[in-house]
C-alpha cells in the first residue's frame, strides 16, 4: 500500500504574507492505477522542487513531465490537475504555493501565458536556475534545500515593489471567499472592468471574475474534501452560488467529476493536498 507524508513548514517571515502554505511531500511509490490522482485548482501558484523521483502531471490535455532535482514554476490553474510520480518509487518533493498576492513579486514574466502550464524554472530564468538547482542537487538534507529555496525568493523579493490598486482587489475577492463582483469592484477603487482585467491579467494571468470563481468553489470543496457529507454540503451551497445546478457545473469544471461521483473516489493525495 501507497504511503504519504504532508509535512508543513513554516515559512520565513519576509515571505509568509505571499505564502499560502509550504510543504514537503513524501510518498512510498504510486498509487494504485485505478485510483483518482487529483489536484483541484485552490487559485494559487506554485513553485516545485523534485529532490527524489519526478512528477508527472495532466492539465487538461497536455502532459507536462518534472524529472529529479528539477524546479518548475506552475501558473494559475483553473481545470483539475492529474498529477503522478515518474517512476513507481520513493517520491520527494517540496512546494512553495504563491497566493495570488505573492507571484508577481518574485517572478517578471508574462503570467498569461504560463496559465494552466507547468514550466521549467531554466526556461523562465535560464542559467540562474540551472545554478540554483546544482546547489539544490548538492544540499545533503530537506533542510538545506529549504533554507536554499527561500534566500532565493528573499533575494527576488528585494527587487519588487507592490501594487496597491491590484492588491486591494485580491484582498477584497480573498476576505469575500470570491462574491465580490467586478461591478462592485469597479465601485470601490474608481477603476473600470477593463483596466482591471488588463491589470491581473499582468499580475495573475487571468481575469478577477475567473478568480471569484476559483476562490468561491475553494471554500465549498474544503469542506467537501475534509470528509463533510454532500447531502450535508447542498444545505451551504445556497450561500455561494444561485441553485444547486450552478454549483453542480462548477463542481464539475473544477474537479471534471460530480460531486457522487467523486465521493466515492476521494484517497489520500487529493484530500490532504487540498487541506494540509
Same mark, same amino acid.
Given at each position: 500500500?501507497?504511503?504519504?507524508?504532508?509535512?508543513? %513548514?513554516?515559512?520565513?517571515?519576509?515571505?509568509?504574507?505571499?505564502?499560502?502554505?509550504?510543504? !514537503?511531500? &513524501? +510518498?512510498?511509490?504510486?498509487?494504485?492505477?485505478?485510483?483518482?490522482?487529483?489536484?483541484?485548482?485552490?487559485?494559487?501558484?506554485?513553485?516545485?522542487?523534485?529532490?527524489?523521483?519526478?512528477?508527472?502531471?495532466? %492539465?487538461?490535455?497536455?502532459?507536462?513531465?518534472?524529472? #529529479?532535482?528539477?524546479?518548475?514554476?506552475?501558473?494559475?490553474?483553473?481545470?483539475?490537475?492529474?498529477?503522478?510520480?515518474?517512476? @513507481?518509487?520513493?517520491?520527494?518533493?517540496?512546494?512553495?504555493?504563491?497566493?495570488?498576492?505573492?507571484?508577481?513579486?518574485?517572478?517578471?514574466? *508574462?503570467?498569461?501565458?504560463?496559465?494552466?502550464?507547468? %514550466?521549467?524554472?531554466?526556461?523562465?530564468?535560464?542559467?540562474?536556475?540551472?545554478?540554483?538547482?546544482?546547489?539544490?542537487?548538492?544540499?545533503?538534507? !530537506?533542510?538545506?534545500?529549504?533554507?536554499?529555496?527561500?534566500? /532565493?525568493?528573499?533575494?527576488?523579493? &528585494?527587487?519588487?515593489?507592490?501594487?496597491?490598486?491590484? @492588491?486591494?482587489?485580491?484582498?477584497?475577492?480573498?476576505? *469575500?471567499?470570491?462574491? %465580490?463582483?467586478?461591478?462592485?469592484?469597479?465601485?470601490?477603487?474608481?477603476?473600470?472592468?477593463?483596466?482591471?482585467?488588463?491589470?491581473?491579467?499582468?499580475?495573475?494571468?487571468?481575469?478577477?471574475?475567473?478568480?471569484? &470563481?476559483? !476562490?468561491?468553489?475553494? +471554500? !465549498?470543496?474544503?469542506? /467537501?474534501?475534509?470528509?463533510?457529507?454532500?447531502?450535508?454540503?447542498?444545505?451551504?451551497?445556497?450561500?455561494?452560488?444561485?441553485?444547486?445546478?450552478?454549483?453542480?457545473?462548477?463542481?464539475?469544471? /473544477?474537479?471534471?467529476?460530480?460531486?457522487? #461521483?467523486?465521493?466515492?473516489?476521494?484517497?489520500?493525495? *487529493?484530500?490532504?493536498?487540498?487541506? +494540509?
Amino acid at each position: 500500500m501507497t504511503t504519504f507524508r504532508f509535512n508543513p %513548514v513554516i515559512p520565513h517571515p519576509l515571505l509568509s504574507p505571499y505564502i499560502a502554505k509550504m510543504w !514537503v511531500f &513524501e +510518498s512510498s511509490g504510486r498509487l494504485p492505477a485505478g485510483d483518482r490522482k487529483l489536484i483541484v485548482p485552490n487559485a494559487n501558484f506554485k513553485l516545485t522542487l523534485t529532490y527524489r523521483n519526478g512528477i508527472v502531471a495532466r %492539465v487538461g490535455d497536455k502532459d507536462f513531465i518534472q524529472g #529529479e532535482n528539477k524546479l518548475s514554476l506552475t501558473g494559475l490553474i483553473d481545470s483539475p490537475v492529474i498529477l503522478d510520480s515518474q517512476e @513507481d518509487a520513493q517520491t520527494g518533493t517540496i512546494i512553495i504555493e504563491f497566493n495570488p498576492l505573492g507571484a508577481y513579486r518574485f517572478f517578471h514574466l *508574462s503570467y498569461a501565458e504560463v496559465k494552466n502550464q507547468i %514550466v521549467a524554472m531554466e526556461d523562465l530564468i535560464g542559467h540562474y536556475a540551472k545554478n540554483l538547482e546544482s546547489q539544490l542537487a548538492e544540499a545533503n538534507s !530537506v533542510t538545506l534545500k529549504l533554507q536554499q529555496l527561500q534566500n /532565493f525568493l528573499i533575494k527576488l523579493l &528585494e527587487k519588487t515593489v507592490h501594487d496597491p490598486i491590484y @492588491d486591494y482587489c485580491i484582498n477584497r475577492i480573498s476576505y *469575500s471567499r470570491g462574491l %465580490v463582483s467586478v461591478a462592485q469592484l469597479e465601485k470601490e477603487t474608481g477603476y473600470s472592468s477593463r483596466w482591471l482585467h488588463t491589470k491581473f491579467s499582468e499580475h495573475l494571468g487571468t481575469g478577477p471574475k475567473n478568480l471569484s &470563481e476559483i !476562490v468561491r468553489f475553494k +471554500s !465549498v470543496y474544503h469542506a /467537501f474534501s475534509s470528509g463533510v457529507n454532500y447531502q450535508i454540503l447542498k444545505q451551504q451551497i445556497y450561500h455561494h452560488y444561485h441553485d444547486q445546478s450552478h454549483f453542480i457545473r462548477a463542481f464539475k469544471r /473544477f474537479t471534471g467529476a460530480t460531486p457522487t #461521483e467523486l465521493q466515492n473516489s476521494m484517497n489520500e493525495l *487529493s484530500t490532504k493536498n487540498f487541506t +494540509s
